[in-house]
């Protein structure tokens, strides 16, 4: 999907991956810019790992950087080449292993945004008009800096959007506190969750009633969840009341377990934790988390103490590419008061007065180019999309001219959603979250118009697949409406 995306837009383009060919692997880099609507790559650069603080060893990297010479070559390339440009796009083509967590936006310093590419379509759609936002945090007992880093993100983000607003703070025990005491008045729209309302909120989603979550139960390991970071998972369900959020914001410790990243969460945010006591989720579990809360935007907050800001990066990386909505990565060290990653919320929010996308080097995004269309050098670059090319489009979306779905998706005009989403305050969360997940399948199953048909078992499945998800997509547009 990337290589379309990058093809529709006509986008200047970074692409990096590891070239395995070579023993060791080395960086292989090129830059590739737009000319008449024709690519031409500009230059293209080959480097050893060292070069980029890598090492051909089964072990996690601690610090990551960028060849200067690279760094010097993009600069020239900017200001001669391609000075009309908006933005520059990364894209980490795989094979490319640690690549993700290199600090690409902190060492290129380009004049323009730097984002990268998702490998993902088709671009989510925000649910609702109220700008409401989900932040969770788990920090050690006695940390000092959480508290104060919320209360700063929430009134910058205030500020930031321009419409109506709704905050959601699920923090430990130890933060929620604190944040009250910061907080207190608080505005209406901020809304700090009790800690102590997490355990309820797992027995009665667990089925198991309100008579099991005992101390003594607790104590014992009668009563704990059957996964690392179920409690948390229920407490937002419970604490948002089945809405849908647009956002979701995570500020988690993240380590590595051998050579996978992991982020660190107190298994209960109603005790206190620590670094000996704490449970462990993957990024795969907060993308899930985000799809269940409907979040098109998922950001990921590296606390200042971070164990490992390299496992948090290629958390982040690794998530973004698989989203079709916005995915951010966020240093808290060089961001302490949130004032960049509000500035992308108020971005990402305020579509009616489009702004420049933050360029800030605490943090680093995956991008649909829809987002930056208003400052794109093309408008709408390539020839129209024909009748052909964009054959049974999902309702509300853009196929990209040349990808083509199989035969039995349809849509019928009561399974469009689009003016619902647009005009209601707020959406249930099932419907966001039935939503993300047919998009998700529809992808899965488009292809380029260039690639052959597919034939025997594979045409019979796909087709069947769609007929699926288009009986699916009707069903929910039937439910969701208001009556």
């Known amino acids: 999907m990337a290589i379309q995306i990058i093809e529709k837009w006509h986008l200047a383009v970074l692409r990096a991956q590891l070239d395995l060919s070579y023993t060791p692997p080395i960086v292989a880099t090129e830059l590739v810019g737009y000319f008449g609507g024709t690519p031409r790559r500009l230059w293209a650069l080959r480097y050893p790992l060292d070069e980029f603080g890598l090492a051909q060893s089964a072990s996690p990297p601690r610090e990551l950087t960028l060849p200067a010479d690279l760094r010097d070559h993009v600069a020239a390339s900017l200001e001669a080449e391609l000075e009309d440009e908006t933005a520059l796009w990364l894209r980490l083509a795989p ?8 600090p690409w936006e902190r060492s290129l310093r380009a004049h323009v945004p730097l984002l990268r590419v998702p490998d993902r379509l088709p671009v989510a759609a925000d649910p ?95 009563a704990e969840p059957g996964s690392p970071g179920r409690i948390w998972t229920d407490w937002l369900a419970a604490g948002l009341a089945g809405q849908a959020v647009r956002a979701l914001h995570v500020v988690l410790d993240a380590t590595w377990d051998s050579d996978r990243p992991m982020l660190a969460l107190a ?41 490992s800001d390299v496992a948090m990066r290629v958390v982040a990386d690794a998530v973004g590419q698989q989203r079709p909505g916005t995915t951010v990565y966020s240093s808290i060290r060089l961001d302490r008061h949130g004032a960049a990653l509000a500035d992308m919320h108020g971005f990402l929010a305020d579509e009616r007065f489009p702004r420049q996308v933050p360029t800030s080097t605490s943090l680093f995004a995956y991008l649909q180019p829809e987002k930056m269309q208003p400052r794109l050098a093309e408008e709408w670059p390539g020839p129209p999309p024909t009748a052909e090319s964009t054959r049974a489009a999902p309702a509300g979306e853009d196929l990209l001219p040349a990808t083509v779905l199989p035969e039995g ?69 039937r439910h969701a409406r208001p009556k």
């Open 95 to 102: 094979p490319y292993g640690y690549l993700g967590a290199v």
């Open 128 to 222: 609702g008009q109220v700008w409401s936002v989900a932040i969770g945090v788990s920090a050690p007992e006695g940390t000092d800096w959480a508290a104060p880093y919320v209360a700063d993100l929430a009134g910058r983000i205030a500020i930031q959007v321009a419409g109506p607003l709704d905050v959601h703070v699920f923090a430990d025990a130890g933060t929620a506190a604190r944040l009250r005491q910061l907080t207190e008045p608080g505005p209406e729209w901020l809304h700090v969750h009790e800690p102590s309302a997490a355990r309820l909120a797992w027995a009665d989603r667990s089925g198991r009633g309100q008579e099991r979550v005992r101390r003594r139960d607790w104590e014992s390991g009668q």
């Open 267 to 307: 298994p209960d945010p109603s005790e206190p934790s620590s670094t000996r006591n704490c449970a462990f989720v993957t990024g795969d579990d907060v993308r899930l988390l985000a799809d269940a809360v409907g979040a098109a935007t998922l950001s990921f907050g590296a606390p200042p103490d971070v164990s």
């Open 409 to 477: 998706y349809q849509v019928a005009p009561e399974a469009d959603l689009s003016d619902y989403y647009a005009s209601a305050q707020t959406v249930p969360s099932w419907v966001a979250t039935s939503e993300r997940y047919i998009g998700s399948q529809l992808a899965s199953l488009s292809r380029p118009a260039s690639a052959p048909e597919p034939v025997g078992d594979k045409q019979a499945y796909e087709q069947g697949a769609a007929e699926a998800l288009s009986e699916l997509q009707q069903m929910v547009a």
